[in-house]
Structure formats: C-alpha cells, structure tokens
C-alpha cells in the first residue's frame, strides 16, 4: 500500500494508503452518508468526475458481485457498465470480504477498473470540513508518482463548467421489451440500469436517447427524464427540445434527479448549487399536502429554486431537514418528477410507486 495524500482545493491534506489503482486524479470531493451500496454508487454515472467519500466507516467486506448481463442487455447488479466515480476514499478498508454473491475484492475491482482507492483518511473530520465549507475540488497525490494540478487556476478544471451529461450519455438509440405495447422515451442524462428495469417490470417499451436527441417527432406514449451528474445549466439542447416537447403535446412526462431539474428548467425555474448536497440513503421527504413522508435514497449536488416556479406549477415533495425542493408537477397536464431516486438500489424502495404513477397516466 502506497502512502496517497488528498489535498483539498483550500490546501487542506489528509494523509491515507492506497488499496486500489494507482494514479493522480482530481475532482469535485463529494461525501455519501449510507451505510453500504459502494457497488451501486460507484457505477452511478452521477457521480462522474468526483471523488466520493463514504461516512461509514468499515467499507468492502461484502466484496463486489459478478459483472453480469440480463437477457434485455443490462448489468444485473451494477447501475451501469464500469465505475464512474473518480476515486473513492474510505476510513477503513477491509481486505477480507465475505458475501454470497461476492466475486472479488473491492480493491481487486478498482486496479481492474484503474480507478484510485483510498483508505486510513479520517473521513469524520473531511466530511465536517465539507459540510462547514461547501464541497471543494481536490487532488489524490501518489507517493513516488507525478501529481495532477487541482485548482481552476492551474487547469482549468472547474465541476460545474464541464457538461459532465454529455459525457456518460448514449450515442445511439437503445431499444429494450420491444414489441411491448406502450412506448416510452427515456432521455439518457446518465441513467442507471434500475431506473430501465423499472420501466421493464411494468410492461412497456423503453427507447433510451441521448441527453440531446430530438424525440419531438417520435411515436411513443411517454417521456422519462433520467438522472445524471454535473449541472443542469450545462444541458441547454435537453431543456430546449424538453420545451418543444412541452408546448407540442399533452403527453406524461416523469423526471428523477437530474430529469426533475430539466423538467423545472423548462418549465421556467432557476436551479442552484446545494452547499455540499444529497448523498445518502436516508433523505427525509414529504409530499406536499399530505402528511406522507418517505426515507429516500439520493445523489445530487444542484436544487430547484422552488420560488422560481411558473403559475401552472406547484412543488410536488420537500425535504425535510433543508426545506429544499425534492419534486414538482404540473397543475392539469400529467407532468411530474422526484429529485430523489424512487428505484434506490442498494436503498429504500418506499417511493417506487412513482413509477406506477407514471405508467398509470400513459
């Protein structure tokens, strides 16, 4: 195990050994407070171009399940086809793995995959720092290795200035359960594997399209908005082709995440950086005019500025412990969306009704 330095934009450092591959990388320094699911997070395109750090402390003694692909073509326990997070750092990671699903270490996974993995950080202490100053870029210093500049001023490398969408998107059209009846687009902002297998388990037919595919002209019953990292400001062709959608046709629209952003933007509204975001599996949220509140798992750093609304608009769920936004509808037209992910796997499953909702308006 290399000794490996995490140094923060501000110059903070954290001194740690390295038990995955071995290169200097930098980006935007995220932390995740759920107690397991690196598998799932890791291979979460949202978290492209981030270096996620995981609250709880014991970390890989499940191991990771096998690569494997079902009949409709997706991965069965990963949301996606590799890992997307730039490293992952962790307070203590367990070497020995025991789990029956289990394949492979973690570290054996990362060195395959070539993406660093960090252990031995006081991750308590980074995850207040975060929390007091507002996620911050950061750089992974190998010893023995040449290091990689981490400021804006030394790069270039800004997070929110890069169009991270674009980046993890398909580019070509994608079919799955053809010839099942109902036609649903899925516009492909980063999306995970569960989100389609919920769309699957309900009997329809999924086209899956680029962030930017122009699906105005298309026949199909409904419109999926997926998640995806980076900020939605940077996604200007999704919401403009979103608008074209919208004044075209009454047709139901559902969102998540990154979908519940662009739905917001077309509509009108503003978003906002959150000061260090959701990450987690335990998102306190309420449905607006009822007493409803549902665990929720998350992954995004940006908000709906909900004051920002249109007339036709209402919020459809908040957050409890910031009063953020966590979905909105439309007042007559089957339009609606969650910033959380009701498909949260490994997470709570208690807001999947979503997606009936959705299917029920087709």
């Known amino acids: 195990m290399k000794d490996v330095t995490l140094v923060l934009q501000d110059g903070t450092t954290f001194k740690g050994k390295s038990f995955g591959y071995e290169k200097p990388v930098a980006g935007e320094v995220v932390f995740n407070t759920a107690m397991m699911g690196y598998p799932e997070s890791l291979t979460d395109p949202s978290y492209a171009g981030q270096l996620m750090t995981l609250t709880y402390p014991l970390v890989g003694n499940y191991g990771v399940p096998p ?22 750092i962790v307070s203590d990671y367990s070497e020995a793995y025991s789990h029956w699903n289990a394949k492979e270490s973690l570290a054996d996974w990362l060195k395959r995959e070539q993406v660093p993995g960090v252990t031995g950080i006081d991750t308590r202490q980074l995850t207040k720092l975060l929390r007091e100053h507002g996620v911050m870029m950061g750089r992974l210093e190998f010893e023995g290795v040449k290091s990689v500049a981490v400021s804006q001023q030394q790069t270039g490398l800004d997070y929110g200035a890069i169009n991270w969408v674009e980046r993890v998107s398909c580019k070509n059209v994608i079919r799955y359960n053809e010839g099942a009846g109902r036609k649903v687009v899925l516009v492909d902002c980063g999306v995970k594997n569960n989100i389609i297998r919920c769309l699957i388990n309900r009997g329809v037919e999924v086209i899956r399209v ?8 298309m026949a199909f019953d409904g419109l999926f908005l997926a998640n995806g990292p980076g900020d939605p400001d940077r996604c200007v062709e999704a919401v403009e082709i979103l608008k074209k959608q919208m004044s075209q046709s009454r047709k139901p629209i559902c969102g998540i995440c990154m979908g519940n952003q662009l739905l917001a933007k077309a509509s009108g509204a503003t978003i906002y950086k959150l ?5 987690s599996h335990n998102q306190p949220v309420r449905e607006v005019g009822t007493n409803r509140c ?3 798992s998350q992954n995004h750093g940006y908000a709906v500025d909900a ?3 249109g007339n036709d608009w209402r919020e459809l769920f908040l957050n409890m412990n910031d009063g953020s936004n966590e979905g909105i509808r439309h007042i007559s037209n089957p339009w609606f969306s969650s910033q959380f992910h009701p498909e949260a796997c490994s997470g709570p499953v208690d807001t999947e009704f979503m997606f009936d909702r959705f299917i029920e308006t087709l």
């Open 67 to 88: 690569f494997m692909i079902e009949k409709n073509g997706i991965a069965t326990f990963m949301e996606s086809d590799k890992i997307y997070a730039s490293a992952i």
């Open 210 to 217: 680029p962030w930017n595919y122009d699906y105005t002209g």
């Open 275 to 279: 000061k260090y975001g959701h990450r």
């Open 294 to 296: 549902y665990v929720t």
């Open 307 to 309: 004051a920002t609304l």
